[in-house]
């Protein structure tokens, strides 16, 4: 038996990094990606789950189980109007300012290479939305 040390282990790592925090700016987003918006209403009495909130966390979870990462530490504001909530980004950055820059609970920025799928739950509407992004052909 031999007992060396196994050089290929020290080169190449054995599995990927968990987090590669890589997201497209708004303004590539909005030339490169076509995005597709959809809504999941949240009706408590048909529900397994018991808040809307724990529904989203589900809906990350899966993805999440399904190799997508999840970005954090940045400002999502321009992600949120770039998916038509304006009025969303504008309450959530004076919310965010009341929190001490805590992160947003209700909104998810997640990506597998190019997949890039931005989740939402509104508790106003009792749904909760989600736009992947789809990068076109031609770019």
Known sequence: ?????NWKSL???AILPLNTDYLPSVADLKDKFTVHQYAIQFLQEESPF?????????LVCQRLSHE??????????????????????????????K????????????????RIQFLYGD??????????????PNC
């Open 50 to 58: 018991e808040t809307l909130e724990d529904a989203l966390r589900e």
């Open 99 to 114: 929190r001490d820059s805590a992160p947003l609970r209700n909104f998810f920025i997640l990506t597998m290479g190019h």
């Open 11 to 13: 080169t190449q790592p």
């Open 68 to 97: 997508f990462q999840l970005i954090e530490g940045l400002d999502q504001s321009p992600y949120m109007r770039l998916n038509h909530y304006d009025l969303l980004a504008n309450n959530a950055k004076s919310a965010q300012k």
């Open 1 to 5: 038996m031999d007992y060396g040390l």
């Open 123 to 136: 508790a106003a509407n009792s749904q909760v939305s989600l736009s992947p992004l789809s990068r076109e």
